[in-house]
C-alpha cells in the first residue's frame, strides 16, 4: 500500500529564506507526483506535476525534483514571501489507479515578514 | 476559463440526514474525483468518475456515494450522517482520465455534522 509522508509537519522561516518541503513515498511504481499549495478553508491550488520520467519540474520561484527510485520528491521555493506561507501538499498518482491521488500529510509554511 | 466549481460552500446537517454535494469541472473536462479532507485522516481519496461511468472507488462505507452526468458534472451524496463525516469534500477534475493528467481542485464543500 503506497505511503506517502511530509516531514517536517510544520517550520517558519524568516521572508527571504529559500524554502525545502520533502515528501517521501514507499512505492516508487508511481505514474506522476503533483505538489499542491492550501490556504486555510480553501481548496487546493496545483504548484507543479512531474511525470514519472523528469527529473524536475520549475515554474518562477518554484522548483520541484523527483528521485522515484529512492521514492524522493523536494519542492524549493526560492526567496521566500509572506505570501507563501500556507499548507503544501504533495500527492501520487499509482497510475493504474487513473485519478486516485494518495496524498501526504502536507507541510505547514509560515514565512514572518 | 472559471475553475472547478463546488456547491454549496458550506452546510450543516444533523446526524441521520443525508446530503447532496455538487461540483461542476473545468470546460472541457470529462473526469470527475472526489476527496475528503479531515484532520485526522486528512485527504482521502471518495471516488472518480469518467463520462457517466465510476471508473475508481476508495475504502468508503456504502453511504458514500456519486453519480456523473452528461454535461461532466458530479454529484456526491451521503446518506445517514454521522458526526464522522464532517470533513471538507474537494472535488478535482482533469481533462482525461489518463494518468499523466493534472488534476485541479475547486474551493470544497465544508460539511458540518451535528
Known amino acids: 500500500k503506497q505511503e506517502v509522508t511530509q516531514i517536517p509537519a510544520a517550520l517558519s522561516v524568516p521572508e527571504g529564506e529559500n524554502l525545502v518541503l520533502n515528501c517521501s513515498f514507499t512505492d516508487s511504481a508511481i505514474y506522476n507526483l503533483q505538489w499542491f499549495r492550501q490556504d486555510p478553508g480553501k481548496g487546493l491550488t496545483s504548484l507543479l506535476l512531474i511525470q514519472s520520467s523528469q527529473r524536475e519540474q520549475t515554474s518562477g520561484r518554484l522548483n520541484a525534483s523527483l528521485d522515484k527510485s529512492s521514492g524522493r520528491s523536494t519542492l524549493y521555493i526560492a526567496a521566500s514571501q509572506p505570501g507563501d506561507s500556507a499548507t503544501y501538499l504533495c500527492?501520487?498518482?499509482?497510475?493504474?489507479?487513473?485519478?486516485?491521488?494518495?496524498f501526504g500529510g502536507g507541510t505547514r509554511v509560515l514565512v514572518k515578514p | 476559463k472559471a475553475g472547478v466549481t463546488q456547491t454549496p460552500r458550506y452546510l450543516i446537517k444533523t446526524r441521520g440526514q443525508q446530503v447532496t454535494l455538487s461540483c461542476s469541472p473545468i470546460?472541457?473536462?470529462?473526469?470527475v474525483s472526489w476527496y475528503q479532507q479531515t484532520p485526522g485522516q486528512g485527504l482521502q481519496f471518495l471516488f472518480e468518475y469518467f463520462s457517466e461511468t465510476q471508473r475508481n472507488k476508495g475504502n468508503f462505507p456504502g453511504r458514500f456515494s456519486g453519480r456523473q452526468f452528461s454535461n461532466s458534472r458530479s454529484e456526491m451524496n451521503v446518506s445517514t450522517l454521522e458526526l464522522g463525516d464532517s470533513a471538507l469534500y474537494l472535488c478535482?477534475?482533469?481533462?482525461?482520465?489518463?494518468?499523466?493528467?493534472?488534476?485541479?481542485f475547486g474551493e470544497g464543500s465544508r460539511l458540518t455534522v451535528l
Open positions: 478535482a477534475s482533469s481533462p482525461t482520465a489518463h494518468v499523466t493528467g493534472e488534476l485541479f
Open positions: 470546460s472541457g473536462h470529462r473526469s
Open positions: 500527492a501520487v498518482r499509482p497510475g493504474a489507479a487513473g485519478n486516485k491521488l494518495t
